[in-house]
T-cell receptor, first 115, second 118 residues
Framework: GENVEQHPSTLSVQEGDSAVIKCTYS??????FPWYKQELGKRPQLIID?????GEKKDQRIAVTLNKTAKHFSLHITETQPEDSAVYFC??????????????FGKGTLLTVNP | GAGVSQSPSNKVTEKGKDVELRCDPI?????LYWYRQSLGQGLEFLIY????????KSGLPSDRFSAERTGGSVSTLTIQRTQQEDSAVYLC????????????????FGNGTRLTVT
């Protein structure tokens, strides 16, 4: 079945430190893994995504790594800043030949960056 | 360009009344999702429309909830006989899904409708 587990549920770091959020998925057919950031009172917005044909992707201070063998993917934020404080959601998206394109989200991680 | 538009932005209703929430997806997006988000909680999948295919209704919490998508564009989520536990933010999202199953595009969310059932 489709299930993505996300840890930790809350994460507090000091400004300048790194933050890592991990997600584990169960369906080996999954091949696209986006990460969304939701600031308080705002809509979720895509910040980075990775497809199953690569193991790592970077965009400035954020990066995502994917381990298909272990079925987990992680979000890495370096040199954290107070504006990184938000809820982060990972997601699992199954495509390719089937009719189910449903995007399933993890339960979210509340990241707090302390100045 | 225009993003996903949802209306109303806020809705207060009395318990037992019916409500309709509207979503205008981005033009040309074939996939449309409804999610529910309770205060401080995650994104609960409700229903998914993809082109002319039968919708995936597996996330609807009860038969009081239903959704339609007319002409492959605008969608309405209807909640009948509202209950206090229905209070939440209802988020709509759309995406452009390519053919062949080998291409995906990210979801674009609307600002949501905050529903309060008194």
């Amino acid at each position: 079945g489709e299930n993505v587990e996300q840890h930790p549920s809350t994460l507090s770091v000091q400004e300048g430190d790194s933050a890592v959020i991990k997600c584990t998925y169960s369906d080996s057919a999954s091949n696209y893994f986006p990460w969304y950031k939701q600031e308080l009172g705002k809509r979720p917005q895509l910040i980075i995504d990775i497809r199953s044909n690569v193991g790592e992707k970077k965009d400035q201070r954020i990066a995502v790594t994917l381990n298909k063998t272990a079925k987990h993917f992680s979000l890495h934020i370096t040199e954290t800043q107070p504006e990184d404080s938000a809820v982060y959601f990972c997601a699992e998206y199954i495509t390719g030949g089937g009719s189910n394109y449903k995007l399933t989200f993890g339960k979210g991680t509340l990241l707090t960056v302390n100045p | 360009g225009a993003g996903v538009s949802q209306s109303p932005s806020n809705k207060v209703t009395e318990k037992g009344k019916d409500v309709e929430l509207r979503c205008d997806p981005i033009s040309g997006h074939t996939a449309l999702y409804w999610y529910r988000q309770s205060l401080g909680q995650g994104l609960e999948f409700l229903i998914y429309f993809q082109g002319n295919s039968a919708p995936d209704k597996s996330g609807l919490p009860s038969d009081r909830f239903s959704a339609e998508r007319t002409g492959g564009s605008v969608s309405t989520l209807t909640i009948q006989r509202t209950q206090q536990e229905d209070s939440a933010v209802y988020l709509c999202a759309s995406s452009l899904v390519g053919g062949g199953g080998s291409y995906n595009s990210p979801l674009h969310f609307g600002n949501g409708t905050r529903l309060t059932v008194t």
